[in-house]
């Protein structure tokens, strides 16, 4: 069974610039989850898909945004990038619980110069 | 407010050593909490989850609510353990992270 995949693996950006990131989830899942792994900071939670809806979103400003597509893939959009939005991205899927498993992708690397 | 703290930013054993990696949390509610392992060059997976109270690869972890943590156990280190850990709570509508543990197994 595939696992969740991402696209791409490295970006660079520079500041001001708009980027588009890629989550597959695992086949059967409905949930999306796009967390941000900032150097020293840890995983902090970004946003929550399912079923096409954002159910919920971090302390984040609004230029981080995303969707959901029907075929439960999902996309997280970062627009004016500035320096500090250089990152680890990772984006998890689950059955469609909060409660459920979340299964991780390898992530994004995102670089903002 | 959901938080989520993991003392030891890195901790180091020796192998065949009990292991013993930190976690406390804030919440309100009632917490689901889980541990999460990143193995070198891998990514991020459930290591184990308290609501099953399964031990995984020989690790266990006792929800204590009275003093908040949900430290995660091994009687014997071995060099494999040695990976990125983090504690993990889940609240309301969201995971949070702890900011993780560094295990290193020293042989």
């Known amino acids: 069974e595939a696992g969740v995949t991402q696209s791409p693996t490295h970006l660079i950006k520079t500041r001001g610039q708009q980027v588009t990131l890629r989550c597959s989830p695992i086949?059967?899942?409905?949930?999306v989850y796009w967390y941000q792994q900032a150097l020293g900071l840890g995983l902090q939670f970004l946003l929550w898909?399912?079923?096409?809806?954002?159910?919920n979103r971090g302390n984040f400003p609004p230029r981080f945004s995303g969707r959901q597509f029907p075929n439960y893939s999902s996309e997280l959009n970062v627009n004016a990038l500035e320096l500090e939005d250089s990152a680890l991205y990772l984006c998890?899927?689950?059955?469609?619980?909060?409660?459920?498993?979340?299964?991780f992708g390898p992530g994004t690397r995102l670089t903002v110069l | 407010a959901q938080r989520v703290t993991q003392p030891e930013k890195l901790l180091s054993v020796f192998k065949g050593a009990p292991v013993e990696l930190k976690c406390n949390y804030s919440y309100s509610g009632s917490p689901e909490l889980f541990w999460y392992v990143q193995y070198s060059r891998q990514r991020l997976q459930l290591l184990l989850r308290?609501?099953s109270r399964e031990s995984i690869k020989g690790f266990t972890a006792d929800l204590n609510k009275g003093e908040t943590s949900f430290h995660l156990k091994k009687p014997f280190a071995q060099e494999e353990d040695s990976a990125m850990y983090y504690c993990a709570l889940q609240g309301a509508q969201k995971l949070v992270f702890g900011q993780g543990t560094r295990l290193t197994i020293n042989p």
């Open positions: 308290h609501i």
């Open positions: 898909y399912d079923e096409g809806e954002e159910r």
């Open positions: 998890a899927s689950s059955l469609g619980l909060i409660t459920d498993t979340q299964y």
């Open positions: 086949s059967g899942h409905t949930s």
